[in-house]
């Protein structure tokens, strides 16, 4: 995989798509697959990062290179506000409400089902992956605290979101750390430079 820094969007969707390949290659029953969201834990746009995920998915399935047994693919998350985002999205790109789900998960982790069929219907999926990397994007620097959750989560990703900006952020990076008192500290080419 190497640096977490560069598994970027366009990796995401080649993983996805690899993963599918490498379970038709090695597997003699492969009914479920299952992954989690690769990106919004480090930094990345969760939008992005999840249809770069299925459309990697997709990508494998129309090249008729998934197993052969496979029925369905399920992505896991922990997060309930990533979960119900990523039933949206999933709703939204198949034109219908999205698909609620019943699993064996904990409790507490929820599991949004990928069909596994009907990809035609999917190529407003291309922009997602390399493309993510030409669209315009906001970069996010603030304290992450309980406290800002609704700023976070409602004033500055559902607004990117609705308006097609990817949305980065710095806390979830390796260069950027909270310090006492709620400011940031960034690590830029070797230098510290603090941010209220």
């Not at 952020?169 to 941010?195: N, Y």
Request: hydrophobic letters at 40%; aromatic letters at 8%.
């Amino acid at each position: 995989m190497g640096d977490l820094g560069d598994f970027r969007y366009e990796k995401i969707r080649a993983f996805a798509s690899r993963a599918l390949e490498i379970a038709a290659s090695e597997s003699g029953n492969t009914q479920t697959i299952c992954s989690p969201v690769h990106g919004p834990g480090y930094g990345l746009d969760y939008k992005e990062a999840f249809l770069s995920l299925v459309g990697g998915f997709y990508d494998a399935i129309e090249s008729g290179t998934i197993p052969s047994d496979l029925h369905s693919i399920e992505v896991v998350e922990l997060n309930p506000t990533l979960a119900k985002r990523f039933k949206q999205l999933l709703g939204e790109l198949q034109n219908r409400e999205p698909p609620a789900s019943k699993n064996g998960y904990p409790k507490k982790m929820a599991s949004i089902k990928v069909p596994v069929g009907s990809v035609g219907r999917h190529s407003n999926l291309s922009s997602f992956g390399a493309g993510s990397e030409r669209k315009l994007k906001v970069f996010v620097a603030m304290p992450f605290a309980d406290q800002y959750s609704d700023v976070w989560e409602i004033a500055i990703q559902e607004a990117c979101a609705a308006t097609g900006i990817v949305c980065e952020v710095t806390v979830h990076l390796p260069w950027v750390r909270q310090v006492p008192g709620g400011s940031l500290a960034v690590r830029l080419s070797g230098h510290t430079r603090r941010f209220l």
